[in-house]
């Protein structure tokens, strides 16, 4: 995907305008920046010693940035000077103008609303050209490329060098052996030389229990502005401690208990079936300095296990990582549990993604795991999400559930019929751009789309 994004943004440079990418945070936007200048080289060193001819300036912008270098930035973007600009939302700020933008490019894409996508296209001179990217198409994207709203292009051979993930559900409730048998499997990775990460939805470090504020373990409870993804907090009312097996909460509702934390889990799987191996913690209420810390003694060996949040699910790249335990899996979305799993098997050892569950064989949360573990498809995930919790009103807002405009079709059962529509319209709209010789459907649009549905379809 990055490869795809610099061709097209070097396309831009070369027709004079320069190019941003957004990602969703600002370790992915790090990530990204010193990708593309590495892929540049010489070219990515405009204005320097020692840069090409023909080189452009490669700047990156995030809200932890220092003023000077923040005021350094802002004026290359202003003047035209950095042909290339990464970041974060903080490229959305008001403050941030560009020399005449033609380009966006919006890594994850499900990580950002159209509101925040908008309004960084609204920063051109003209309307840029517009690139999306992620792994996980979500409902909505389906939806609008059935509507002929986007154009895709389908990379669905995994990069060379990796291996593909062998993903198998754990029934926690029914099987308790199995679970036994996960925490072996996350032992025999470790011995090879490979670590490994736990996953649960929850922190477990909330307000209303000060005990739980171990540096150690919760770092700071200052809000962490770089992490979007969906945590789970509430109450922490962990569930009880009847000592259950470890890593797994006794045989009640599992729909009605408290999700698994964090903090819980690491004490547990350090004091019981992982005892001897170096557990860690990463969530996003710790410091960002303590964050990278982590990361850089997971990613060197050091740390034999991470349990941690949704806080990975993005620009995180251990390639000597293999094997993964979702606790909760049902309490996450299928976007969601395709982008953690994306975590392991980047390297040339096997990825192993094991998605542990309460829920019974026959409810639907059990059935969405079960389709998860079954493809790697993003595309074919999409429609599995699509089908369960629908595309939302593609002609406006609302952008998932039952709420939609339309009265007849379904956009997964009707897909044919709708793209013999999509090119009827477009041979009418070409032949007559006002509908001048169509007076009736012209008077239908006009009731159809009023000025708030209008200006939302142009920012989708």
């Not at 305008?17 to 990204?32: D, F, I, R, S």
């Not at 923040?70 to 700020?93: K, M, N, P, Q, S």
């Not at 303590?290 to 941690?308: I, P, Q, S, W």
């Amino acid at each position: 995907k990055t490869l795809v994004a610099l061709r097209a943004m070097l396309a831009v440079v070369d027709s004079g305008g320069p190019a941003v990418m957004l990602a969703p945070t600002e370790v992915l936007a790090q990530q990204h920046h010193r990708s593309v200048v590495e892929m540049m080289g010489e070219l990515a060193e405009g204005g320097m010693l020692g840069g090409a001819e023909h080189a452009t300036k490669v700047a990156l912008l995030t809200g932890s940035m220092g003023a000077a270098a923040r005021r350094h930035t802002l004026l290359d973007l202003a003047t035209g000077e950095a042909g290339i600009v990464i970041g974060t939302h903080a490229l959305i700020e008001d403050k941030v103008q560009f020399h005449d933008l033609g380009l966006v490019v919006v890594d994850e894409q499900h990580r950002f609303g159209v509101e925040q996508r908008d309004a960084l296209r609204g920063k051109g001179k003209q309307p840029p050209h517009l690139l999306v990217m992620t792994a996980t198409p979500i409902p909505r994207t389906v939806a609008m490329t059935v509507f002929g709203d986007l154009e895709t292009s389908v990379l669905d051979q995994l990069p060379a060098g990796r291996s593909p993930i062998a993903s198998h559900v754990v029934p926690a409730a029914d099987k308790p052996h199995f679970l036994s048998r996960a925490w072996e499997r996350v032992r025999e990775a470790v011995s090879g030389g490979h670590p490994a990460y736990v996953v649960c939805p929850r922190i477990g470090d909330e307000e209303d229990d000060p005990k739980k504020t171990s540096p150690k373990k919760t770092g700071s409870k200052k809000a962490d502005p770089e992490d979007t993804g969906p945590e789970m907090t509430g109450p922490e009312k962990p569930y009880p401690r009847k000592k259950p097996a470890p890593g797994r909460p006794p045989a009640d509702d599992a729909e009605k208990r408290p999700p698994l934390a964090v903090l819980d889990v690491a004490e547990q799987l350090a004091g019981g079936p992982l005892r001897g191996l170096g557990v860690e913690v990463l969530h996003g209420r710790m410091q960002p300095d303590d964050k990278d810390a982590v990361m850089r003694r997971f990613a060197a060996g050091e740390t034999d296990v991470l349990v941690a949040t949704t806080v990975i699910e993005v620009g995180v790249n251990v390639p000597n990582a293999t094997a993964m335990v979702i606790m909760d899996a049902d309490r996450f979305g299928v976007s969601q549990l395709h982008q953690l799993r994306g975590r392991v098997g980047r390297g040339s050892a096997p990825g192993l993604c094991l998605l542990v569950t309460e829920m019974p064989e026959a409810s639907a949360a059990r059935q969405r795991l079960n389709a998860v573990a079954g493809t790697l498809d993003g595309f074919e995930l999409s429609r599995i999400d699509l089908e369960q919790r629908r595309e939302g009103d593609v002609l406006g807002q609302a952008q998932s559930g039952a709420r939609t405009s339309l009265r007849v079709l379904a956009v997964i059962e009707d897909e044919e019929i709708i793209a013999e529509a999509r090119q009827e319209a477009a041979a009418v709209v070409a032949a007559d751009p006002e509908l001048t010789g169509l007076p009736a459907l012209r008077t239908a649009l006009d009731a159809l789309l009023d000025d708030e549905r209008e200006q939302y379809l142009e920012k989708g």
